[in-house]
C-alpha cells in the first residue's frame, strides 16, 4: 500500500466504492487523513462500512471542511453531465481528483527522481503495459504493474529510487490527475471512442496527449505517430524541448523507432540499429502488437535496458488474456480468445492476423456496428452472431460473407467448431473477436472469455 500522506490531518470524501476506492480510502487512512465515503450502490456501502470506512451519504456532509473529493474513474466528471458529489464539490470550491493523481503526489513529496511508466492510448494499453512491466523484469528491474490494468495504484509498493512503476491509465483517469508527471510516457494511438464521457474527438485526443506533455523535463515521451492525433501530440511536445521518442508502424523514420519487415529498428542520429526481431512470437501477432512491442521497446531503452535483454523477454512474453490468447487446438483448428475487442477497431486487429476464419461476433452493439470491419470479410469463412447485435450483423454481412445467428457464445462455439472441422482447412481459426460490449449476456469481456475458454476445452479432442 501507498500511505497518502499529502492529505493528512484533511477532510477527503470518496465517491464510488469499487476495488479502486477501497483501496483509496485505506491508502488515505493510512496517511492520516480523515475520510468519508459514499456510493451509488447500497451493497458497496455496507462493505466498506463492514472494513471499518466511516461511509456518509455526501448530500449531508459539510464541505466546507472538505478538502478533496476523490472520485472513482468511471463516475462522469463532464459528459454527459457532472456528477451530483462534482456539483456540490465544485460550488463549495473543493477539488474533485482520482487515485492516479494521490499517487503523482505522493512521488512528487516522497521520490520524485523514482522511475514511473504511464501508458495510455485508444486501443493497446494492457498489453503495452503488461510488455514494459516484463521487458523490465526480465532485464533485472523490480516493478510494480497497476492502473487501469486492474490493480489499484495505491495497493501498490510505495514509490522510491529503484523500483519501476508501470500504471496503464485511461482517460477518465487522465481527466482526475492534473500533476500527471511520469518519466517515462507512452501514447499509442487516439482514434474515436468515450464521446460519450469526453464530448468531442478534440477533448478526448487533448486528454490523451496530456499524459505525455506532462512527463519530467529529464524524462522520454514515446508516441505512436501513425495517426493525425497522435502525429500532432508528438509535433507539440517536441516544441517545448521534451524528448520525444516517434514510433511507426507504417512507414520508416529518420528519427524515432519503426517496425519493418518484423524487425523494431531505431533510427538515431543518421545510424540505424536493430533493436529486437518479432517473427514467431504468437503472443505478439499483428501490426497493433508490433507497435505494443516498439512503444513497450523504447521505454525500456529510455530506462537502459540494453536491445539484447529486449529481444529475450519479448520472447518470452506470455500474453494477456481475452487478447488473441490461443485456448485450444484440435488438429488443424486453432481457438483463439479476442474477447476484450469490445469494438470494431480492435476486431480489426485480430481479423488481420488469420485467414479462414470462423468468426463469433456480437453482444451489445456500439457506434458504427461492423461496417468499418468490410475489408477483413473475405477472411471470413463464416460468422457466428451473438447478442442484441445478432441482427445488424447479419444485415451489415449479408452477401458478403455467409453468417448464422447462433444467439448464444455456447451454441456458437459448437457450431463454429463443427464447420471448421468439416472445412478440412489447413489452418482454420475458431476465434472470438465480438466487435460488442459483453453485458448483454455476460458481466464484463472477462467473463465472456473465460466462458469461451471453458466451452473450447470442453470440446472433445481439444488440447
Same mark, same amino acid.
Given at each position: 500500500m501507498?500511505p ?8 477527503v ?18 496517511g ?7 456510493d ?43 456528477h ?73 509498493k510505495?514509490?522510491?529510487p ?11 483517469q487522465?481527466?482526475?490527475?492534473p ?23 478534440a ?45 511507426s508502424?507504417?512507414?520508416? @523514420?529518420?528519427? /524515432? $523507432?519503426?517496425?519493418?519487415? %518484423? ?5 538515431? +542520429? !543518421?545510424?540505424? #540499429?536493430?533493436? *529486437? @526481431?518479432?517473427? /514467431? $512470437?504468437?503472443?505478439?501477432? %499483428? ?5 505494443n +512491442? !516498439?512503444?513497450? #521497446?523504447?521505454? *525500456? @531503452?529510455?530506462? /537502459? ?20 490468447e490461443?485456448? /485450444? ?15 470494431a ?15 463469433i461476433?456480437?453482444g ?11 475489408g ?34 455456447e ?8 464447420d ?7 489452418q ?27 466451452l ?7 488440447k
Open positions: 501507498i497518502v500522506t499529502t492529505l493528512e490531518g484533511r477532510k470524501a470518496i465517491f464510488g466504492l469499487g476495488t479502486s476506492g477501497l483501496a483509496t480510502a485505506s491508502a488515505l487512512f493510512a492520516g487523513a480523515d475520510v468519508v465515503g459514499w451509488d450502490s447500497e451493497e458497496r456501502i455496507a462493505y466498506a462500512a463492514s472494513a471499518g470506512i466511516p461511509t456518509a451519504d455526501l448530500r449531508d456532509i459539510d464541505w466546507s471542511r472538505v478538502s478533496a473529493l476523490v472520485l472513482a474513474p468511471g463516475v462522469p466528471l463532464t459528459h454527459p453531465a457532472p451530483w458529489t462534482v456539483g456540490l464539490a465544485r460550488a463549495a470550491g473543493v477539488e474533485v481528483i482520482g487515485d492516479i493523481e494521490l499517487f503523482c503526489r505522493e512521488r512528487a513529496a516522497h521520490a520524485p527522481n523514482a522511475p514511473f511508466v504511464a501508458v495510455t492510448g485508444t486501443n493497446g494499453k494492457s498489453t503495452t503495459t503488461a510488455l514494459t512491466a516484463h521487458l523490465l523484469a526480465a532485464a533485472g528491474h523490480e516493478v510494480q504493474i497497476g492502473g487501469n490494468i486492474g490493480t489499484a495504484i495505491l495497493s501498490l510505495p514509490p522510491r529503484g523500483l519501476v512503476h508501470v500504471i496503464e491509465v485511461s482517460s477518465f487522465i481527466d482526475l490527475a500533476n500527471l508527471d511520469p518519466s517515462v510516457g507512452i501514447l499509442l494511438n487516439v482514434t474515436e471512442d468515450h464521446l460519450d464521457r469526453h464530448g468531442t474527438m477533448t478526448y485526443a487533448g486528454l490523451k496527449e496530456r499524459l505525455v506533455a506532462g512527463v519530467q523535463p529529464d524524462g522520454t515521451a514515446i508516441v505512436g505517430v501513425d495517426d493525425n492525433w497522435c502525429q500532432a501530440a508528438a509535433d507539440h511536445i517536441a516544441h517545448t524541448g521534451r524528448r520525444v521518442v516517434r514510433v508502424v507504417r512507414r520508416p @523514420l529518420s528519427d /524515432g $523507432i519503426f517496425v519493418e519487415g %518484423g524487425r523494431i529498428l531505431q533510427a538515431e +542520429a !543518421a545510424a540505424l #540499429s536493430e533493436i *529486437a @526481431l518479432l517473427g /514467431g $512470437i504468437a503472443t505478439l501477432r %499483428g501490426t497493433h502488437n508490433a507497435q +512491442a !516498439a512503444c513497450a #521497446s523504447a521505454a *525500456a @531503452l529510455a530506462l /537502459g535496458v540494453a536491445p539484447k535483454a529486449i529481444q529475450a523477454g519479448l520472447r518470452t512474453y506470455p500474453g494477456l488474456p481475452h487478447r488473441i490461443e485456448v /485450444g487446438r484440435y488438429g488443424s483448428i486453432l481457438f483463439v480468445n479476442d474477447s476484450k475487442a469490445t469494438n477497431d480492435a476486431a480489426a486487429r485480430a481479423l488481420a492476423c488469420f485467414s479462414d476464419i470462423f468468426w461476433a456480437g451489445k452493439p456500439k457506434s458504427g456496428g461492423i461496417t468499418p470491419l468490410e477483413y470479410f473475405p477472411r471470413v469463412r463464416k460468422a457466428y452472431l451473438i447478442g442484441e447485435a445478432a441482427n445488424e450483423f447479419a444485415e451489415t454481412l449479408d452477401g458478403k460473407a455467409p453468417w448464422t445467428i447462433a444467439g448464444t457464445l451454441r456458437a462455439v459448437a457450431q463454429a467448431a463443427e471448421a472441422a468439416a472445412a478440412g482447412l489447413q482454420a481459426v475458431v476465434l472470438l473477436s465480438p466487435a460488442c460490449a459483453s453485458y448483454d449476456q455476460f458481466k464484463n469481456f472477462e467473463v465472456r472469455g473465460d466462458v469461451f475458454r471453458k473450447v476445452k470442453a470440446l472433445p479432442g481439444v
